[in-house]
C-alpha cells in the first residue's frame, strides 16, 4: 500500500477526501451512474439522497469522493460492521465507482489505500469487498492491497419472500402462548 502519496498528478490535481452530510448532493449523481452502468435503473435521486445523508449521519458508513480538476470523478463507501465470528470490527467497501476518464490513472488506487487507512483508524481488524469475476482491472487493484478471494460467494433474493407466516405479527398466526394462573 501507498502511504503519504503525493496527490499531483501530472496537469491534474486529484483530492480524495472524507465526506460531510453536506457532500450528499455530490454523492447522489455518482451512485446513480455506478448503477445505470452496471445496466440496473437508477434509483431515485430523491429516496437516494435520504438514504446517503442519513448514512453519513449515522457513523455506519463514511463516504470518499475524488475530485480532479474540481470535478467529482470518484466515490467509495465504507460500511462498518461487527463480526461473530471474528469479535471485532471490520470494513466493507462498497459503491466504488470512477467516472472513466478517471480509470487507469491511479485515481482507485489512492481512493482505495485512503479507505483501507480509515478503516484501519476506525479499528476494524479486517476490510472486504465484493468483487464480480468479470472486473479485472478491480480484482488487479485488490490484489495489489492484499485482497484474497475467500470461500464465500454473495448470495442475494429480493424481498418479500411470499413467506406464509408473518413473524413479526404474533396475532396473525398465535405463536404466543398464554398461560393463565
Partial sequence: MQRGFDLTMSKNELVIRLCEPNDTPQIVPMIQAQVAASGRAAPDPDALNDLVHALL??????????????RTVGVLQINYRLSTWEVAPYAVIEDFYLVAEARGKGVGTRMLDYACARAEGRGSRFIQAAVRPSDQAARRLYEAFGFTTTQQSLWRSDLPLGCGVAFDQPEANNTETRVES
Fill in 57 to 70: 449521519i449515522s457513523q455506519f458508513s463514511d463516504f470518499l469522493l475524488a475530485d480532479m480538476n474540481g
